[in-house]
């Protein structure tokens, strides 16, 4: 059984179409990197993975479980219910952190699965302080947002995503914000969710962390995927012209 599929994605904004007829099925401790040029439709794929946005016709599943449909050229959604369970399957890392500004780094973390998950606070309490010391923060517990840099910020939401136990982790651009030495200390958290058998999807600019960490990198471009594959295969030798095309850009 696949963790995540979306078949037959399309989505348009103002007329523009940003992904047509994009298909992705994700296995269990896979990960999966998604890389491409900005406006390829990356991100908006993400948005309609963990219903930040609707598909305007498409499938959607997570763990056989149908999230969306398309009947007769209509989207349909599940019930309220249904959607409310899902959203517990995945857990979704920013580009910008997301962090609320006026709570704690232990807030942060441990306030959404409270809320959300009704879990017992004296279990989550300790779940949160483990944690807190595999990212390297446990000193930083009671500091507020401002007073972390940018690379600690992207830790602690990378934390509060993992402490809602997902199946899956999606990230969009969890580095972009970052300067090169802060990159270095985001990245390797990653690398060791994949050692440990984290699934994930990483929309990523960082070319060689894709191959490293990834079972299969996808390249999207204007809104279609134009090549898929083995990490190293695609980096190091693509088949289609427009992925070569992007990848020397890069290299450049």
């Given at each position: 059984m696949y963790i995540f599929e979306i078949n037959n994605c399309k989505k348009q904004f103002n007329g523009n179409i940003i992904l047509n007829d994009v298909s992705l099925k994700v296995k269990e401790s896979e990960v999966v990197s998604i890389i491409g040029s900005s406006g390829s439709g990356k991100t908006t794929?993400?948005?309609?993975?963990?219903?930040?946005?609707?598909?305007?016709?498409?499938?959607l599943k997570y763990l056989g479980e149908t999230v969306a449909t398309t009947q007769n050229n209509k989207i349909k959604y599940a019930d309220k219910k249904?959607?409310?369970?899902?959203k517990n399957y995945y857990g979704l890392v920013f580009q910008n952190f997301n962090l609320f500004p006026h709570w704690?780094?232990?807030?942060?973390?441990?306030?959404?699965v409270l809320s959300i998950q009704k879990r017992d606070k004296n279990i989550v309490d300790g779940e949160v302080d483990l944690l807190l010391k595999k990212i390297g923060l446990y000193d930083k517990k009671n500091n507020y947002p401002y007073e972390l840099s940018g690379g600690q910020?992207?830790?602690?939401?990378?934390?509060r995503a993992l402490a809602m136990k997902p199946k899956i982790l999606f990230f969009d651009e969890p580095t972009s914000a970052l300067d090169p030495e802060l990159t270095v200390e985001v990245l390797k958290i990653i690398k060791d969710l994949a050692k440990i058998k984290m699934t994930m999807v990483i929309v990523t600019h960082e070319?060689?962390?894709?191959k490293?960490?990834?079972d299969r990198i996808i390249f999207v471009d204007k809104g279609y995927i134009v090549e898929e594959g083995i990490a190293k295969d695609i980096i190091d030798n693509p088949r289609e012209e427009r992925t070569k095309q992007f990848l020397s850009k890069l290299s450049k």
């Amino acid at each position: 059984m696949y963790i995540f599929e979306i078949n037959n994605c399309k989505k348009q904004f103002n007329g523009n179409i940003i992904l047509n007829d994009v298909s992705l099925k994700v296995k269990e401790s896979e990960v999966v990197s998604i890389i491409g040029s900005s406006g390829s439709g990356k991100t908006t794929l993400l948005r309609c993975a963990t219903l930040l946005e609707t598909m305007d016709s498409g499938n959607l599943k997570y763990l056989g479980e149908t999230v969306a449909t398309t009947q007769n050229n209509k989207i349909k959604y599940a019930d309220k219910k249904t959607i409310k369970k899902i959203k517990n399957y995945y857990g979704l890392v920013f580009q910008n952190f997301n962090l609320f500004p006026h709570w704690t780094v232990y807030k942060n973390i441990i306030d959404p699965v409270l809320s959300i998950q009704k879990r017992d606070k004296n279990i989550v309490d300790g779940e949160v302080d483990l944690l807190l010391k595999k990212i390297g923060l446990y000193d930083k517990k009671n500091n507020y947002p401002y007073e972390l840099s940018g690379g600690q910020k992207q830790r602690v939401a990378i934390a509060r995503a993992l402490a809602m136990k997902p199946k899956i982790l999606f990230f969009d651009e969890p580095t972009s914000a970052l300067d090169p030495e802060l990159t270095v200390e985001v990245l390797k958290i990653i690398k060791d969710l994949a050692k440990i058998k984290m699934t994930m999807v990483i929309v990523t600019h960082e070319m060689n962390f894709a191959k490293d960490v990834s079972d299969r990198i996808i390249f999207v471009d204007k809104g279609y995927i134009v090549e898929e594959g083995i990490a190293k295969d695609i980096i190091d030798n693509p088949r289609e012209e427009r992925t070569k095309q992007f990848l020397s850009k890069l290299s450049k």
